[in-house]
């Protein structure tokens, strides 16, 4: 009964983090008009009624030590079930013969030609049992409305585009954008022009370039409005201006935490009464975090039983107990890097049971503590986190020993964006508690393993 109340409220969380990620799911899909000529290796045209659909998609590239997105442009082509593609040559582009996403059928009949350029001549190599048939392929991107491409991640990081006026750009002129969050506090914006020899791009804070141009916007600093940019696409005479907007939230000194998930106790009293416990229950925690500069930082946790699931004690005549603690730290930062970030908390620790008519146990414990803790990037916009605890603690400062102490580790792993409102992150708890005989003649000691759902604002 107590792993069915276990999985129904695991089972609810998941639900809501769901609901949750398709808020922020967002895309603009256009299709090209892509038309496509086959040519004889002695240059004649001929007709053939294979297959052939075209489709922008992202794909990553490297610039420079950063991975970054950009469109280009996918024509996939059936081939008869009796022809094997042996090799292909292009002039600008690349070709795949294994094809993970083929618009229907078996995807071993289809190929894909990736190209930047609005159009690319391939040469394919054909293999049936019986001969070798080489023939030609001409694409030409003939789409004769500007295309302006806005990859998902601007929505991850928060970026937001809309188009104030257009005088009158050309047929085939594409524009992409893509973002990425840099944990420096800045919001990267790359913008791509497929030909960039005919597209120039003014960029905020008057960069000009062509091709990859990489943009910074600041986050805003006292307001939930944003920042407004305007990037002007120039063709000639012609051009488009669009608004840029960061839509991240404002800074702010507070940061709130609210967790809850199954803890599994183990406790024992190794004096009379030799108490022995064991429990599965719902655990709720909370937090807040107050940042006093750059480095340093004011922050205050506790942690309590909420509903015992199932548990299981001898003498049995016993109740069941049920913990809490108290967190009292002053954080500084020792390194915050992009990809890596540590930091020191010394601080107070509070610990204490609650069992009805005191029958055994120790009513609260408190102690200095030292919390190391650290955060490292697994992807452009998030980050784990770890932690390390040890506090000694005692009924009173003057009984302090490393022998009665609290020893705790933990990881989170996020479920979102860096840049949401609302940050999910699953947590992992372990702690080990132990107090000497010199500080309880009973010398408790208690294990714990806790799984829980953590959201941060």
């Known amino acids: 009964m107590a792993l069915n109340r276990v999985s129904i409220i695991f089972g609810l969380f ?24 086959w040519i ?20 990553n590239y490297s610039y420079g030590n950063q991975s970054i997105k950009r469109p280009v442009l996918r024509t996939w082509i059936e ?14 582009g690349t070709v795949t013969k294994e094809v993970e996403d083929p618009p229907s059928g078996p995807s071993d009949r289809w190929i894909a030609i990736d190209s930047i350029k609005s159009s690319v001549s391939v040469m394919l190599i054909l293999e049936s049992p019986k001969k070798t048939l080489e023939i030609g392929l001409l694409l ?45 506090g800045q919001t990267g914006i790359y913008f791509f022009s497929r030909d960039s020899s005919e597209i120039k791009l003014t960029l905020p804070k008057e960069q000009l370039g062509s091709g990859w141009v990489r943009g910074r916007m600041s ?5 939930t409005k944003g920042h407004d940019h305007v990037v002007k696409i120039s063709q000639g005479d012609a051009s488009s201006y669009y608004s840029i907007r960061s ?17 599994y106790f183990s406790y024992k009293d190794y004096q009379v009464p030799n108490v022995t416990l064991s429990a599965i229950a719902l655990t709720a925690k909370g937090g807040v975090n107050y940042r006093l500069g750059k480095r340093w930082d004011l922050g205050f946790s506790a942690f309590g039983t909420v509903l015992n699931f199932s548990s299981s004690i001898e003498p049995a005549e016993y109740p069941v107990a049920r913990f809490l603690g108290a967190n009292l730290r002053v954080g500084f ?59 000694p603690i005692a009924a009173g400062l003057t009984s302090l020993t490393l022998g009665s102490r609290e020893i705790a580790v933990g ?29 309880s003649p009973t010398k408790p000691s208690l294990f714990t393993v806790s799984l829980g759902t953590q959201l941060a604002f």
Request: with cysteine.
């Open 333 to 391: 930062s020792i390194l915050n890097g992009k990809k890596f970030s540590l930091k020191l908390s010394p601080g107070l620790y509070y610990w204490g049971m609650i069992v009805p008519q005191s029958a055994y146990g120790i009513i609260y414990m408190a102690g200095p503590q030292i919390f190391l803790s650290s955060t490292f990037a697994i992807a452009p916009d998030r980050k784990m986190s770890a932690y390390l605890k040890f506090a």
């Open 140 to 184: 030409t991107d003939n789409t004769r409305r500007p295309i302006f491409l806005v990859d998902d991640s601007c929505v991850d990081t928060g970026v937001r585009f809309q188009k104030l006026k257009d005088k009158g750009l050309t047929g085939g002129t594409v524009l992409g954008v893509s973002c990425y969050y840099d944990p420096n």
């Open 14 to 37: 998941w639900v809501a983090m769901a609901l949750l990620g398709d808020s922020f799911a967002w895309s603009a899909g256009v299709s090209p008009e892509v038309q496509s000529r």
């Open 247 to 263: 839509e991240q939230r404002a800074w702010s000194r507070w940061r709130f935490f609210f967790g809850l998930g199954p803890t």
């Open 219 to 223: 986050e805003p600093k006292n307001s």
């Open 79 to 92: 081939l008869p079930e009796n022809l094997v593609l042996r090799s292909a040559k292009t002039d600008d």
């Open 40 to 59: 004889t290796p002695l240059g004649r045209p001929v007709q053939l009624s294979w297959k052939v659909q075209s489709a922008w998609i992202w794909k």
């Open 411 to 439: 990881l989170g792993y996020p479920l979102n964006s860096a840049r949401a409102k609302v940050q999910w992150a699953l947590t992992l708890d372990l702690s080990q508690l132990s107090i000497s005989e010199n500080t």
